[in-house]
């Protein structure tokens, strides 16, 4: 499943939010995990997933029919339903490149359930396996490139040490466009020192 659904990120996140539920689809046999969800219960009454992060929804394993999605996803909403007095419930999706198969489905379930399509993100990705620098780019992005690469501008990895940087000149960046900052640095590092090896920053460097 994804980082977003893991408990380890979860227990990052849990101050976000007034109360946090977890669901699993479990093998009765073996006990197997075989679909996850997990929800923030925000203000106002909203139920909201991913409880942080870019994205949620339920996740299955791909050996899991769509009926058995299909009565996953009711009985949670059911339950959650006859708990709390919901105002309104928000589910995120993943892009398409990590599980179409899964998205349509739950598309088609969510919206027999009366759910709406607020809005679909692009879609972007970089298959690297199939990416040509000469035909992956345009003319005008290859020169813009091959002129910073003759201005002495390097592409590269930041050591840990200079990750606090990294993340200060995002910060600024964004504030001077007016973007909001989703998370603080105390927040970040904690992030990176548990999942130590599965986040990678990388910068260009003038001159360096």
């Known amino acids: 499943f994804s980082i977003f659904n893991s408990r380890s990120f979860i227990n990052l996140h849990l101050r976000k939010s007034i109360a946090n539920y977890s669901f699993t689809l479990n093998k009765i046999n073996s006990n197997e995990c075989l679909g996850i969800f997990n929800i923030a219960y925000k203000e106002n009454n909203i139920l909201q997933s991913p409880i942080a992060g870019s994205y949620g929804s339920f996740e299955f394993k791909t050996n899991v029919s769509y009926n058995i999605k299909e009565l996953f996803v009711y009985k949670v909403l059911s339950l959650l339903s ?3 007095n919901i105002c309104e419930i928000k589910i995120t999706l993943p892009p398409d490149i990590y599980d179409l198969e899964n998205n349509s489905n739950l598309l088609s379930i969510l919206k027999r359930e009366n759910f709406i399509i607020d809005r679909i ?3 972007q990705f970089i298959d690297i396996e199939s990416f040509s620098y000469e035909n992956s780019l345009s003319y005008g992005n290859r020169k ?4 910073c690469l003759k201005a002495g501008f390097l592409f590269k990895k930041v050591n840990t040490s200079g990750y606090q940087q990294a993340f200060r000149i995002i910060a600024e960046n964004r504030l001077r ?3 909001p900052l989703t998370m603080k640095w105390d927040d970040m590092s ?4 548990t999942f130590k090896g599965k986040v990678l920053v990388f910068a260009i460097y003038d001159g360096i």
């Open 177 to 179: 466009r007016n973007f």
């Open 144 to 147: 813009r490139i091959n002129n």
């Open 190 to 193: 904690s992030m990176m020192k």
């Open 82 to 84: 006859s708990k709390i």
């Open 121 to 123: 993100e692009a879609n």
